[in-house]
């Protein structure tokens, strides 16, 4: 494997808040995003998303290499229940609460990649990501609402500094939980590492050959971009353009609250 380019920043402008992780050795390569947390209880006083994090990136570093994608997820997703102490009960009625992560992972004893959950990739330009038809719903009505407080004379500038839309989405960004790994979720189902998931067939698998160029990122990038740079440039643009989301790129938060971008972001670009 050779790194061409790699990245990663926090949301905020602080390291120590990102929730993003980016491991790399010489059997895998990952790029996990804990899920924001949605919950009030703090592990080690940091975030369940930034925890998540943590225990995924030092379970990467006990895989010996030769695993195949259902036995990584689910040694992973094992890790993360450990977390829970026995308190499962509690877990499975909190779901708030829960330790949450996607994750895009490069197996190079396997040359595939596996992606589980809404971080994405790219083969030879060739991107895939899976975009969660919830995300979308909720996109919709936050660009609904923020575009009528445009209406009743807030400006731009406003709605950037103090975002209402937020405290209207919550309760259905809570309940969407419900939807994680729930077979009965119809179209509004979407995968993702919490501790409970029993299902890893639904794993995005792709074979790769030598001589591929990979990006892996996550979802803080609205769109993979041959580069770094371009994929950057992209975000600028959009920050200029629609710093709020709502209209040329539709999202269930934008440049707002304080945020330097939508979301935490990791990029990465390598040849196999």
Known sequence: MQIIEKFIASKYNDDSLCEDGLFINDKFIAVMDGVTAKGELLWNNKTSGFHAKEILMNAMAQLDGSENAVQVLEYLNSQLRKQYNGNDDYFLKNTTERLR???VIYSQRHKQIWSFGDCQFSINGQALKKEMEIDLLLAEVRSAYLHSELLRGKTVEELCLLDPSQEIILPVIKNQLYFSNCDKGGKY????????CDDFLKVITCDVQEGDTVIMASDGYPRLEPTLQES???LKELKEKDPLCIDYYKAGSGFTNGKSSIDDRTYIRFAV
């Open 101 to 103: 992560s996607t994750i």
């Open 189 to 196: 189902e979407f995968s993702v590492l919490d501790g409970f």
């Open 232 to 234: 950057e440039l992209f």
